[in-house]
């Protein structure tokens, strides 16, 4: 009968087949469905949410908020993991990403901004569905991280990567499955029933987790200390100057791209510039101030976590922007409807979940991952090559075959540089590398939509101009930023004038995707090739030191990791 003391399971690859095993991998598994299945719902009710609270100006905030925690909070839990234990820091955030769901179902505004005369009320109880689904994003990056952390804890080094890709087909799962869920949801029960019926998917995961999971000897053997002296070793002030950096950053952009403000708007510098303070203090507390910061630094001056971070960071850079431009591409540029948008997705959506499965596979058989990372580099490169190249004369099956490589490419890198990244770190060090790869990722998301909508909208109105050239068009330019339905409402000529700006807009910031995905092939070619252990080495007890020394670090590990530091 396992106890509390009992190491986490299996113990050997032997006992991948045992009961406790399999519970517990469910009991993740749900999690990354949840997840998944939690983003597309909500995204496909954005319009009837915010038409229900009659806010619909501020209806994509319901996304950002969430996206926003989610990153900020991501490292955070990569250190949790460490500090409070493995199961208290996923049962935290599944209880914290369940009652803000929950709570998202019974809000009853969203308004993020309140006129200057209306600044005296609380403008929190304004904006409760942002404020509820920023709570979910901070409970839902624990569950991304802390379930990958125990998976690390428990899998060999070597079948890692399958289970990875288990874990990613679950995630293409939940995606599939919420948006047509969504749909139905908003058109009979309603939107409220979203969130609700969450709840009782969650409440089963954390059940199994809670019974099956168990502490490694890292957190089983530490020093005893107060659960206030553990909450005393967070980095409060890396966390909030984190926070304060994307937001601001992401409300600056907001007014440029959403709201029509141009640079010189003090709303927008002044965010922007809040935003780069924001990031300096936050590097400044990380390499210099905070005693375990939240942010592993000193991972970053060694040669494969500094790589696999960079490629992480541009990769969901690249990802993000695909993912908020294509669509874009088949509305406003060819005038067709977001159905068949989405349609030109689903083959990428099969390819993520194939790509993923076969490099687990691949690496578990040959307990190698560099080659197979450098073609889906190629082939990530390879799609937006071709994606640079659409124009009105390219062929129907280009267009539904163009993401393909992509897809394939961008599960197949994600699931080796992970694997890579463990495998160049201490055994002690895995909640915190997990922590650092998450962190590189979601910033890379927010960023890529951020930059790649700012770009777009620029080069937009910029075509727009030069087209239109006659009194009163600025109106109708206004209009054509503000909506793409607009277009389908304008005459023949100027319609084809809209049509032709915005391919021209979105050509350029697919060119400028393919220098990203070039600058992504080269950032892999460093990341070495290291032995991936076919036994499962867990967390040994130690308190780790207050600052670290990489040099020393990379000096203690020859016999731990064959070719670390190479």
């Known amino acids: 009968m396992p106890t509390e003391r009992t190491p986490l399971v299996p113990k050997s690859p032997g006992d991948a087949g045992s009961l406790d095993f399999v519970l517990m991998i469910m009991g993740i598994l749900s999690f990354a469905f949840l997840s998944s299945l939690d983003g597309t719902i909500v995204a496909t009710l954005l319009s009837t949410i915010g038409s229900s609270l009659q806010s619909m100006q501020f209806s994509s905030w319901v996304g950002t908020a969430y996206l926003l925690s989610r990153t900020a909070s991501t490292p955070l839990f990569g250190r949790l993991a460490n500090v409070l234990g493995r199961r208290p820091s996923i049962l935290f955030a599944g209880t914290l990403f369940g009652v803000a769901t929950v709570l998202c179902g019974f809000a009853q505004n969203m308004q993020v901004h309140a006129a200057p005369a209306e600044l005296t009320t609380n403008t929190v109880a304004r904006a409760q569905l942002v404020a509820y689904r920023a709570l979910a994003g901070m409970g839902g990056s624990g569950l991304t991280v802390v379930g990958s952390i125990i998976l690390s804890d428990s899998v060999p ?9 288990f874990t990613n087909l679950l995630w293409g799962f939940g995606a599939a499955v919420g948006a047509p869920l969504g749909g139905w949801l908003g058109d009979t029960i309603g939107w409220r029933a979203a969130f609700t019926i969450q709840a009782p998917i969650l409440t089963c995961g954390l059940l199994l987790v809670f019974f099956k999971v168990r502490e490694p000897p890292l957190i089983l053997n530490a020093e005893r200390t107060t659960f206030l002296a553990k909450l005393k070793r967070i980095d409060y002030a890396g966390t909030f100057s984190l926070v304060a950096a994307l937001l601001t950053f992401v409300i600056g952009m907001n007014f440029k791209t959403i709201l029509g403000h141009e640079w010189d708007d003090i709303k927008v510098w002044g965010y922007l510039i809040t935003s780069a303070v924001s990031l300096f203090t936050f590097l400044v507390v990380e390499f210099k101030l905070a005693a375990e910061p939240i942010m592993a630094v000193w991972m970053l001056k060694l040669r494969t976590p500094f790589f696999v971070s960079t490629h992480n960071f541009l990769l969901s850079l690249l990802t993000s922007s695909t993912l908020y431009n294509t669509p874009l591409y088949f509305t406003a540029a060819r005038l067709r409807t977001s159905a068949n948008a989405g349609s030109h997705f689903v083959s990428n959506s099969a390819c993520v979940a194939a790509g993923s499965l076969f490099a687990g596979w691949y690496m578990r058989h040959t307990g190698r991952y560099w080659k197979i990372q450098a073609l889906g580099c190629l ?45 160049s770190i201490p055994p002690n060090d895995i909640p915190l590398a997990t922590g650092l790869s998450y962190l590189f990722r979601g910033t890379g998301e927010v960023l890529g939509v951020s930059l790649s909508a700012a770009l777009t909208q620029t080069l937009l109105a910029r075509e727009l101009r030069r087209r239109m ?41 697919f060119q400028c995707q393919m220098v990203v995905a070039v600058c992504l092939f080269l950032s892999a070619l460093p990341i070495e090739e290291l032995p991936l252990q076919d036994t499962l080495t867990a967390p040994q007890p130690g308190k780790p030191p207050a600052v670290y020394d990489a040099e020393a670090v990379r000096d203690n590990l020859p016999d731990q990791h064959p070719g670390y530091g190479r």
């Open 469 to 509: 050239v006659y009194d009163g068009a600025d109106e109708i330019i206004a209009k054509i930023l503000a909506s793409t339905a607009y277009i389908h409402t304008l005459p023949t000529e100027l319609q084809e004038k809209a049509t032709a700006s915005w391919m021209r807009a979105l050509h350029i910031v």
């Open 157 to 165: 080094l070597k079948s890692r990567g399958l289970y990875q890709g």
């Open 379 to 423: 082939g990530l490169l390879t799609a937006n090559c071709v994606l640079a190249s659409w124009s009105t004369r390219t062929p129907e099956w280009v267009l539904y075959t163009t993401l393909m490589p992509a897809g394939l490419g961008s599960a197949g890198t994600l699931t080796t540089t992970l694997l890579a990244l463990i495998a």
